[in-house]
């Protein structure tokens, strides 16, 4: 009797700690093998027929000094000149990530699809796998905008598809491309077990992508710092995110509120999302998210009339919708809260101490919502920076210059250098000659030892 006691014991072991490493796979899946280096993006130069220029691309990336070029398959015969630039592309140890558009930038939103399996991306993984077992230097592929096409795109469809590729070629790697608004808990607990990293695209400053990095390194649970409306989501007119806290006026004849503030729609759709601050629910400064630059801003409010005869007020800040929206996403960003005549009892750098309320379907992170990770888990992190001027204004509005780009360009592979990314890649740089926007990024990979690869 004993002894079937201990051997049922032993059984019971062993069944908890086959399920505690279960778990502990379901926390950070196994993932294919990516050697992450920097990279190019797009850009391609093509011939007088639209054809691209497979040998000239070769030369002009191996001038640029990446070890990675994502290839956009967009036009017709893009498939097939992938096919041909790839041999020279392993010639020079390029690696190649086949880059597909989404429902969203197909007909009959734009004039093409990714051909020639358009829409089918489960078929798409399993011959771009094929593709990876002829040319090895084939390593992972990409869907643009991802998250906006979440209702096709959802976490059982994109196991789908990645059994398709890995009963082909288990080593093929599969990113989506998100933009830094999307990276939080909900994308990293339903979508972080059924992909092999992110690219991420455009940073704004340094503090997204270290927040990005903490949210794929479980290292937080929030974005710290912020009010955000998720993609894809409605609201009505009403709803809210709001956080307040108390201060103590100090001078009754003059005072004012400063803060900085930096909200990421790039857009023009006016009269939907508001940014407000409130004194004691009365609204003292607003502006529409489609109004104003790009980059942070500086806000000086005159309250004197708020506080006249307080000794304490409430100051809050509010993400209002004036009127419902059905995919509208942005994040808004606030720091260096200070005041002249008014002194906040907790200011916006320790945002656990401030009070959230709010109406529908609003996130923020401040009070009970910053909370430390379980570093579970480690989703390797691409950033995508702009190279392209049309893009760089409109993520950053101007000037658009050679030196400009390429700051922002050194903001990302400084973060790299730091451990806050595990690679970058540049946005549409164009590769034709001549481009005054090349040699300054060529300059800096090289100056960053960027020509070498890492392994994360």
């Not at 399996?117 to 399993?126: F, G, M």
């Not at 260096?336 to 945002?351: A, H, M, S």
Request: charged share 25%.
């Amino acid at each position: 009797m004993k002894t079937h006691f201990l051997l049922r014991a032993a059984a019971v072991a062993l069944l908890c700690a086959a399920a505690a490493s279960l778990l502990a796979a379901a926390d950070d899946p196994v993932r294919p093998a990516l050697k992450l280096s920097s990279a190019s993006y797009a850009g391609a130069i093509r011939g007088a027929d639209g054809h691209v220029d497979v040998k000239a691309m070769a030369a002009r990336l191996k001038e640029l000094g990446v070890h990675t070029y994502y290839w956009l398959v967009n036009v017709p015969g893009d498939w097939e000149s992938l096919q041909e630039f790839l041999p020279e592309a392993a010639a020079m140890n390029l690696q190649v990530w086949p880059y597909l558009v989404p429902p969203s930038e197909s007909p009959p939103h734009v004039k093409y699809y990714s051909e020639p399996y358009k829409l089918d991306y489960p078929r798409w993984a399993e011959e771009i796998a094929r593709l990876a077992l002829q040319f090895p230097n084939v390593t992972a592929w990409v869907i643009d905008d991802f998250y906006a096409n979440r209702a096709l795109y959802t976490p059982e469809y994109v196991r789908g598809m990645q059994a398709r590729a890995h009963a082909v070629n288990p080593k093929l790697a599969f990113l989506p491309l998100m933009y830094f608004n999307e990276i939080d808990r909900s994308f990293v607990e339903n979508y972080g077990p059924a992909v092999d990293g992110v690219v991420v695209a455009y940073p704004q400053d340094r503090g997204e992508i270290d927040q990005a990095w903490a949210m794929l390194n479980d290292v937080a649970k929030a974005a710290v710092g912020d009010i955000r409306f998720p993609v894809a989501t409605h609201s009505g007119a009403g709803d809210f995110g709001r956080v307040s806290q108390r201060a103590r006026v100090t001078g009754q004849d003059h005072c004012t509120l400063q803060f900085r503030e930096l909200d990421d729609f790039n857009g023009s759709t006016e009269g939907y999302h508001f940014k407000q601050v409130l004194v004691d629910d009365a609204v003292v400064w607003e502006s529409d998210v489609a109004v104003g630059k790009r980059g942070w801003q500086d806000v000086t409010v005159d309250i004197t009339p708020q506080v006249k005869g307080r000794q304490e007020v409430t100051i809050a800040f509010r993400l209002l919708d004036k009127k419902g929206v059905a995919n509208f996403p942005v994040r808004w960003r606030m720091a260096e809260l200070k005041g002249e005549g008014l002194e906040p009892v907790v200011g916006l750098d320790r945002p656990e101490q401030w009070t959230v309320t709010r109406k529908g379907a609003f996130e923020a992170g401040f009070g009970d919502a910053i909370q430390p990770g379980d570093r579970k888990f480690h989703i390797p992190f691409v950033v995508m920076t702009a190279a392209q001027d049309v893009e760089f204004r409109l993520r950053h509005d101007d000037p658009v210059t050679p030196d400009r780009i390429a700051q922002w360009l050194r903001m990302c592979l400084q973060a790299q250098q730091d451990g806050r990314c595990d690679a970058v890649v540049t946005y549409a740089l164009d590769l034709r000659r001549p481009n005054p926007d090349f040699d300054p990024i060529r300059d800096l990979f090289h100056e960053m030892g960027q020509d070498r690869p890492r392994v994360p």
